[in-house]
């Protein structure tokens, strides 16, 4: 792949990056924050095509709250699969919500 002439391997031979790996995770980075409807677009698909992806963690993934991430499930008919199924599962929607407490307090 290139962008205006610069391929990844380039970024990675000039020593602005250790590798194409970190290249590429950079640049996905600046991708969703600069587009974070695309974060969105992921979350529901993933939701909707992978069973053991939470509420919880698509709620992350498109970066809206928990609530919010119903709303959007709703809007675009994708069933909600409430309840987690495990403590493992309880305890990370937990976690999540945490982090989203602690950030509402900093």
């Not at 640049?27 to 509420?55: F, G, I, K, M, N």
Request: net charge negative.
């Amino acid at each position: 792949m290139t962008l205006q002439g610069i391929r990844v391997e380039d970024l990675v031979q000039a020593g602005v990056y250790e590798s194409e790996a970190q290249a590429m995770d950079e640049a996905l980075r600046h991708l969703l924050q600069d587009r974070p409807e695309l974060r969105l677009q992921v979350a529901l698909h993933r939701y909707r095509t992978d069973e053991e992806l939470t509420l919880a963690r698509a709620a992350t993934i498109a970066g809206v709250s928990l609530e919010r991430m119903k709303e959007l499930l709703d809007r675009h008919g994708v069933p909600l699969r409430l309840g987690p199924e495990s403590i493992e599962e309880a305890r990370e929607e937990w976690t999540v919500i945490e982090s989203w407490v602690d950030a509402d307090t900093d």
